[in-house]
C-alpha cells in the first residue's frame, strides 16, 4: 500500500511529467549521439581495394543470364524465409515509432508546454494501431517461449527489454480508457515510456541506429546500396 | 582460397537435359566464401531451373543439399542416405570438389554447375582476383612477391618485355606490368640484384597430376 | 604425435586480446535483437535438423559472447567448450546474414585466436 | 598472323647466297621444339638466331591461340649458348654437332623503366647473347642516353648492338606508331617535321631522317651497325642503303 501511495503521489506525478520526461529525452538524444559517434570513430572510410581498373567484361566466362527468367529475387531475402515474422516486424517497429508522434495527448501536452505541436491522427487510428502494436509484441513473446531456436539464445534481459518496450504502450492503452485507477495508469505509462526513452541507448533497443549503420553504411556482403565504412 | 564462377544457365540446363531426378550439391569452402557455390547459390539455382522448367512445361525434381566441403570424404559420406534417390548429382564445387564426388559415387552422372577460376584473394566482397597458378615451384621470394606466373601474360621469368607501355601490359592498358611492378617494388627494398641474376628455366611440377605427402607422414604412407 | 601442451589459461593475456577489439565486439553482441532471423543462412543450422546450436547468434553468444561476458575471466573448461562451438560447429564460410549487419563470422574468427592462443584448439585425436 | 616459319625462309635465303637472321619467338614453340629448330637450321647453314619473347598471341587474328612461353627470350639465349659452347642440350644430353649459332636479341631502350633497360641488356649479355638489335629507333636522346649508360656499364664491348631503323612512311604512320604500338617512343617533334615537308615530299622526308639517324649511329661509340626495318617498303631498302652511304655491303668471314 505504501508503494501504491507512492505511485499515486503528487510529487511522482510531478516529477514524471516534468523533469523526468525532459532528463529521459535528453539521455536518448545524448546517449544515441554518442553511441553513433563512436560507432563513426571505431569504423573507417573504406578505401577501394581493388585495381584502378577492373575487367569490363562481367567475367572471364561471361554468365550473362540474359536467358533466365526473372525470378523473384524476393524470394531470396529475409522476408522470403520468414514473411510473417518480417512483416510484423515491420508493423510492430513502425507504429513503435509513429503512434506515440502522432498522438493527439501527446500533441496536445507538447502545445501546452512549448506552444508547438506536430499533427495528429484521430484518435481511433492511434488506438487501432496500440491494439495492433500490443498483438505484435504479443507475438514477439510467444515466439521467444515456444519456439526452439529463440528460445535457444533468450535471458531475462530480453525479457526484460520485450517488457521496457511494451509497457508505455499497454499503460498508455489502460489509461485511455481508464481501466484500473487512471492516476496509477498514466503515472506508471509516463515512468515507462521514459525508461524507454532512457535505455534505447545503452541497450539491444540500440539496434535503431544499428540497424541503418549496418545495412546502409557498413560494407557487407548484405550491405544495401554501395557501403562506405569498414570496422 | 579457390575462386569459381556459376556457369551460364543454358549449358546448365543442357547438362540436365536427360534426367528428371537431380540433387544439386552445394560446397561450404573455398566457393562459397566466394559467392558462387554455397547453400544460398543452390537454392538460388534450383529457383531458377525450376522455374525455367515451368515455364516449358518440363517436369522435373530438382532438390538441395550443401556440404561442409566436397574436397574430403568425411564430408562427402553426408550424402550416402541421400544421394541414391537421385539419377543425377549437380555440384556446385571447385573442380576437385566436383571430381571427389564424382569417385564417390561413380555410377551417377555428376555435372559442375561452376567453373573454377583461380587460386585467388577477396579484393572486397564481390570482386576476386587470381594470384596463383599452382605451378609448383614459387619464385615470390625473389620477384618482390608478385607472381610473374599469374601477372605476366607470357609469364617471363626475366623481365620486363619491350612492350611494357608505360608501366601498362603490351596486350592492355588496363593491366598493369607484372614486371614493372616487381622492379618498382625491388628498387624500393633495395634488392634490385635479385632479378639482375638470369633465373633459369623452369622445372614445370603442374605438368602431371600431383599428389603431396606432407613429410610428417611420409613414414605412415610410405 | 602432436600432444596439445596442457597450459594454464593465461586470463590477463585473454583481457588484454578483448580490449584490442572491444569496441567492435561489444557493439555488435549488445545490438544483437535475439531475433534469430540469421538462423536459415548457416547451412549447418539446416543440415543438422535445425539444431538451434547452429544457429549464428547461437554460437557467437556462446562463445566471443561468453568471453566478454566474463571480461575474459574464463577457464580451461569454457575454452574447450568454445572450440567445440567456434570449430566443430561453424566452418567460417562466412555467409551468414544478420538483418543489422553485425559481422558474425569476425566475431567467431576472433574467438578462435584467443582460444589458439591459449593453447586450445583442435587436436588430432578428435 | 600466320607466316611462313623463319627457319624456312631462312633457308630460301640460304639457297639465294644470303646469310639470313633467323627468328625464334618463345610463344610458339616448347624447349623441345626450340633445340630441334635450332639443330635444323644450323644444318641448312643456317647461322644466326634471333631470340625473342615473340608478341602476345591476343594480338593479330588468333587471339584464341594457347600461347607457349615454356622459357622466355632470356633463357633460350642460354640455352642454345649451352648447345654452342657445351654441346649440350637444356635436358643435359651431349650434341656430337653443336649448332654454331651467332645468337642475338632484342633490346628496347624506350620500354619503362628507362633506367632498368641496360641492366636487362647486361642480363642477355651474361646469357651469352653475341648481337642485339633495338627496337626502332626515333627518340634519338633517350637512345644516346641508353648507350651512354651501356658504355658506362662495359656493355657494349661485348655485343654488337645494330642500332634499328625505320623511315617514316607518312604521318599516319608515326602518329599510329606513337599511339597503338607498344613500347615504341615517337616524339612529337618528328611528326611535325614529318608534317612540315608538305604534300608529297613525306616520305622522302622521312628517308632523309632516317639516314641522319644512321650518319650519327656510324660515329656513336658502342653502335656496331644498323638494322634497317623497312615496314611493307622492303623494296626501298636497296634505296635507303644507297643514300646512307653504307654500300656496298661489308665482307664478312
Known sequence: MEILNLITSDLLYDLARGPLVWISFLILILGTIYRTVKLFSFTRKKKNAWPVSLPKKKAPDGDTDKSAPLIPKWKFTVFGAHPVMISVSTVFHVILFIAPIFLLAHNIMLDEAVGFSLCSFPEKVTDYMTIVFLVCGLFFLLRRIFIARVRAISSVYDYIIWCITVAPFLTGFLSYYQVFDYKTMIILHMLSGELMLAAAPFTKIFHMVFFFFGRFVLVTQHTIGKGSRTW | MVKGQRKPIDEITGALEKYSNVLNIGCGGCVSVCLAGGQKEVNLLNAELESIYKQNNISKKIEGFTVERQCNMQYLDELDDIAGGYDCLMSMACGAGVQYLAEKFPGKPVFPAINTVAIGIDREIGIYEEKCRACGECVLGYTGGICPVTRCAKGLFNGPCGGTNKGKCEISNDISCAWQDIYERLKGQNRLDDILKIKEPMEWKNQTQRTIIQEPYMKRYT | ?126 | MVRMASWAASIILVQEGLEPNFQMVCRDRNRLAMQSDIMGAYAHGIKNVLCLSGDHQQFGDHPQAKGVFDIDSMQLISVIKNMRDEGKFQGGAVIHEPPKMFIGAASNPFAEPLEWRAHRLAKKIEAGVDFVQTQCIYNMDIFREFVKQANDMGLLEKVYLLAGVTPMKSVGMAKYMQAKVPGMDVPDDLIKRLRGAGKGKVADEGIKIACEQIEEFKEMKGVAGVHLMAIEWEHKVPEIAERAKVLPRPKVE
Open chain 3, 1 to 126: 604425435m602432436n600432444e596439445q601442451k596442457i597450459v594454464e589459461i593465461d586470463t590477463v593475456k585473454i583481457k588484454k586480446r578483448l580490449k584490442q577489439r572491444k569496441a567492435k565486439m561489444k557493439m555488435s553482441l549488445s545490438v544483437c535483437a535475439r531475433c534469430t532471423l540469421c538462423a536459415d543462412s548457416c547451412f549447418l543450422f539446416n543440415n543438422n535438423n535445425k539444431d538451434p546450436k547452429y544457429m549464428p547468434s547461437y554460437k557467437f553468444i556462446n562463445s566471443i559472447g561468453r568471453i566478454y561476458k566474463r571480461r575474459g575471466k574464463v577457464d580451461r573448461a569454457a575454452l574447450e567448450k568454445i572450440r567445440e562451438i567456434v570449430w566443430k560447429d561453424c566452418v567460417l564460410c562466412t555467409r551468414c546474414y544478420c538483418p543489422f549487419g553485425i559481422d558474425i563470422p569476425d566475431m567467431i574468427a576472433f574467438a578462435r585466436s584467443i582460444c589458439r592462443e591459449q593453447g586450445v584448439y583442435p587436436t588430432f585425436e578428435d
